[in-house]
């Protein structure tokens, strides 16, 4: 048996071993631990992973879409919040209590609702979309079986008004389809955000990013001119009989559409509802026509601008003249003998101007054509703009017969937002603007003006002139009917026929009936098209000049523009305040 | 003489060492309720503000959903033929160009340049950074009043 001194002997002996092993199996937890610490980065990703799921929840946020406004500001569109309503059976504590307060807040049947509730599912769909109140009623239930899902809604307070400029949503208020919905979508929309929620309670709530939202956008429309227009060209369309109508108001001085209006509209707040679906295109950019007579004036614009003739041109009208293997006739199938500008204008003479764009040859003709902006987009803003046709020489469906052919009108499409920026250039002394209907975008730092900017100097200024003089004598001589008593008025009446993909159609209406004109004709303030399609009457003067006339009576009043005597009198007194001041 | 040393210790210094141990244990087991209902105060206060954070945020999404449907209902009552109905009836009628004067005002420029009043007034908001400003002292306070507090609550 061993003494006390043995046993010492045998622990002492044995104590280095045993601190050996602590030291060693210390050392084994330390690398462990360093180890653990320093975890590959896809290991450590992975937990972090496991480690988000079990205290984090991903909730997906709507991007708020942003509003848009008419230039005074009044809301043409904006988000209304509705909810969708899901059940988890699996959590209902009172099914029957539960049951008859929905079913009192969503006017459901008791029964159907205490079905979903006591199912065997895991989830249920109730009721959606629903409205904010009764959202909000449901929320202040506090049951944690309900799930209410924001859905966002967008609503258009004006209804009709101006439904095609500004457009609708489709795929539940995310996406823009039409009109300045669609071609701003992505200014619009704003970002849709997978926010990750933590659920612990010490961690600080996430809010939703302001930059999340969309921006919002104020159109150049007014309303107040866009209503008057609305209600004109209803009248118009149903006076006349007519198929469909669009007339366009712009400021020719920046290219700002004030009015676009088309009938028959829409209502963007039933879009689904909408049978037709040649309703659900704007007609004013996304379709095209041949414009007929309108067109004339663009050529003896070109032609004087590129001297080939002068004011005081004349030629002696056969009624007849062959263009490239083609006979063309005036559409009156008369002769006018010594026929100057203002005549071929007047009476929308086809030989007349065919005989110019012979004189222009194809060179000059077709340049100044696509300076005035024709087989090209104008970039409006608007949706889905189409960009028209015009076949120029060496393209392998022109042929000789087009010079004559374009010169009034045919064998070419335009769309009406062309045609009036056409226009719109002769009003504003050459300078053809930017048209545009957007006028700012705001967004988290501010308003931001879009710019008018000039496209290019089409004409000169003297033949801008020389054209407002012709256009002045045109309404007078051709279209009284367009006259406003204590205005002068430029404009030409346009008469086209319906093109089909073989031969132009016939019948009694067959025809589009248009009047582009603009005031006051020294000092153009307002360019104004009207076109009606397929209307009972015979010729643009007779049908769309009147609705012009109706259009400006009003028109001079909202855009707060003096007759001619009053502008007379103001341009007198100002001088005579500034000589006083100096 | 280690016999004596071994008394000497022991039974002179019985008593006191258990009264410092017990003093020790005692003070320890304060500090570590002080540092106990500080770490709780602190995570009670957190979660509060949390909650009252999330509510305000929830208050404050509400409210600009009820902005955004009175604007709605604004501009409902706005429509152009609205207003032009109740103008009608109240004896109003669309002026004609005969019923309009113009008049020369100094300064006053006829080509409005209308300025849009349209703001997103919510996304306007200035954003202010907050500013600590917190002492010890104050924080210490805080602290002994939310303590006081939660026992007050406790009590009630």
């Known amino acids: 048996m061993q003494g006390p001194s043995s046993q010492q002997a045998t622990i002492q002996a044995r104590l280095p071993f045993v601190a050996i092993f602590l030291i060693l199996l210390a050392a084994y937890l330390i690398i462990n631990l360093a180890n653990f610490q320093f975890f590959p980065r896809s290991v450590r990703q992975e937990l972090e992973k496991i480690g988000n799921s079990i205290t984090n929840t991903t909730l997906r946020i709507p991007a708020e879409r942003g509003r848009i406004y008419d230039r005074d500001g009044e809301p043409l569109a904006y988000n209304l919040v509705q909810y969708r309503l899901g059940i988890s059976p699996a959590f209902v504590a009172d099914a029957d209590s539960l049951s008859a307060k929905l079913s009192e807040i969503l006017n459901l049947s008791y029964f159907e609702i205490w079905r979903k509730a006591t199912s065997e599912n895991v989830w249920e769909f109730l009721a959606g979309p629903i409205s904010a109140e009764q959202g909000q009623a449901i929320a202040a239930l506090d049951d944690i079986s309900l799930g209410l899902e924001e859905i966002p809604k967008r609503f258009y307070p004006q209804g009709e008004l101006a439904a095609h400029v500004v457009g609708i949503v489709v795929d539940d208020g995310l996406r823009g389809a039409l009109g300045v919905e669609g071609a701003f979508n992505d200014t619009l929309s704003g970002r849709v955000l997978d926010l990750a929620i933590s659920k612990v309670p010490f961690d600080l709530p996430e809010d939703r990013p302001a930059e999340q939202r969309g921006q919002d956008i104020v159109l150049t429309l007014d309303r107040d001119v866009q209503f008057w227009v609305e209600s004109e060209l209803k009248n118009a369309v149903e006076q006349y009989n007519a198929f469909r109508g669009t007339v366009i108001v712009m400021d020719p001085r920046n290219g700002d559409v004030l009015a676009l209006a088309n009938y028959p509209s829409i209502d963007p707040n039933n879009f689904l509802e909408i049978a037709d679906p040649n309703l659900r295109v704007n007609p004013a950019i996304n379709e095209t026509y041949e414009p007929g007579s309108l067109m004339q004036v663009l050529t003896v614009a070109g032609a004087l601008e590129k001297g080939v003739i002068t004011p005081f041109w004349t030629y002696n009208d056969t009624g007849y003249l062959e263009v490239g293997g083609r006979d063309i006739f005036n559409a009156t199938y008369r002769s006018y003998g010594t026929t100057d500008l203002a005549t071929i204008l007047s009476n929308s003479l086809d030989v007349g101007a065919a005989t110019i764009a012979l004189q222009m040859g194809t060179s000059d003709f077709y340049s100044m054509m696509r300076a005035f902006g024709l087989g090209q987009a104008t970039g409006v803003g608007l949706f889905a703009e189409e960009r028209g046709e015009l076949r120029l020489p060496g393209d392998s469906d022109w042929n000789e017969s087009f010079l004559g052919l374009n010169s009034y009108g045919q064998s070419l499409k335009v769309t009406a937002m062309q045609m009036i920026t056409a226009y719109a250039a002769i009003a504003n002394d050459g300078i053809m603007r930017q048209p545009r209907i957007v006028r700012q975008i705001i967004s988290e730092d501010g308003p931001e003006e879009a710019r008018s900017s000039t496209i290019r100097r089409v004409v000169s200024a003297e033949t801008a002139a020389i054209l407002k003089d012709i256009l002045i004598r045109v309404v007078g001589e051709g279209a009284p009917a367009a006259e406003l008593s204590g205005y002068s008025i430029a404009g030409k009446p346009g008469t086209a026929k319906i093109s089909t993909a073989v031969a132009f159609e016939e019948g009694r209406n067959a025809k589009i009936l248009s009047f582009i004109g603009f005031l006051p004709a020294d000092d153009p303030q307002a360019v104004v098209m009207v076109k009606l399609d397929r209307p009972d009457g015979d010729f643009g003067y007779q049908v769309a000049a009147p609705v012009f006339r109706r259009i400006v009576d009003r028109l001079v009043i909202l855009l707060e523009i003096p007759g001619d005597s009053v502008r007379s009198r103001l341009a007198a007194a100002e001088a005579d305040i500034n000589r006083s001041s100096s | ?156």
């Open chain 2, 1 to 156: 003489m280690s016999q004596a040393w071994f008394q000497h210790t022991f039974s002179r210094k019985r008593f006191r060492t258990r009264n410092q141990a017990t003093a020790l244990a005692i003070l320890g087991v304060a500090i570590l309720l002080i540092l106990g209902s500080l770490y709780l105060s602190q995570v009670a206060s957190f979660a509060i503000t949390n909650r009252q954070i999330e509510d305000l945020i929830s208050r404050r999404d509400e409210l600009k959903r009820q902005n955004e449907k009175l604007i709605g209902e604004i501009a409902s009552y706005r429509t152009v033929p609205r207003l032009f109905a109740r103008a009608v009836d109240i004896g109003f009628r669309p002026a004609t160009n005969a019923d309009i004067d113009y008049v020369l005002i100094e300064g006053y420029n006829p080509n409005r340049n209308r300025v849009s009043r349209t703001t997103s007034e919510d996304s306007r908001t200035e954003l202010t950074v907050p500013v600590y400003e917190e002492t010890f002292g104050s924080w210490l306070e805080q602290q002994l009043a939310l303590i006081s507090d939660q026992f007050r609550s406790f009590g009630n």
